[in-house]
């Protein structure tokens, strides 16, 4: 019978602990002038949305420099040079932050998110193409950009060079 009765004390006493826990957690804090305001909640940042950003160049029936570029957000840029130019393989590099920042507004002002996914008509031949592509989050869009449609917009190509420019591709391309 006692150990009835502790029981149930030891039980009783469990629960108006949690009680009291949960109750302290909805407590408001009464601030001068009567207003009452919402406890103090823990604020976590956002962290920021991953970005990515690549451009493969493709051959030609000549000697066009064959290679691939991927940015990510942090600045790492991986360079993967396979035909026609100075450095074959793997080459890693940074660029800074603000960098990466200018390349996403310049993908933002093309108005990239809008383009056609491919310029691919064959009007002329013998060209190489230039494949891009973002991922800002959970947003990703390529275009495939053959340099012999001429439907193409001069800003995508305008983009394919600022990006080789502001990782300063020619140091493992010429």
């Not at 691939?68 to 590099?93: C, F, M, P, R």
Request: include cysteine.
């Amino acid at each position: 019978m006692m150990k009835r009765i502790l029981r149930a004390s030891v039980t009783v006493c469990t629960g108006l602990l949690l009680c009291t826990i949960l109750l302290a957690g909805c407590i408001r804090i009464v601030k001068d002038g009567g207003t009452t305001v919402p406890a103090a909640t823990p604020t976590t940042t956002p962290a920021p949305p991953m970005i990515l950003i690549t451009l493969e160049r493709t051959p030609c029936f000549g000697t066009c420099p064959v290679y691939s570029l991927k940015i990510s957000g942090n600045g790492a840029v991986v360079y993967d040079g396979k035909d026609h130019v100075k450095l074959k393989g793997v080459q890693e590099t940074t660029i800074s932050a603000g960098a990466v920042n200018q390349l996403v507004l310049e993908f933002e002002n093309t108005g990239y998110f809008s383009l056609n996914d491919s310029y691919t008509k064959f009007e002329i031949t013998d060209m190489p193409s230039a494949n891009t592509s973002i991922t800002i989050g959970r947003k990703t869009k390529s275009i495939k950009h053959y340099y012999g449609d001429r439907s193409a917009p001069k800003q995508l190509t305008e983009l394919e060079k600022k990006i080789d420019d502001t990782v300063n591709s020619a140091q493992w391309i010429k």
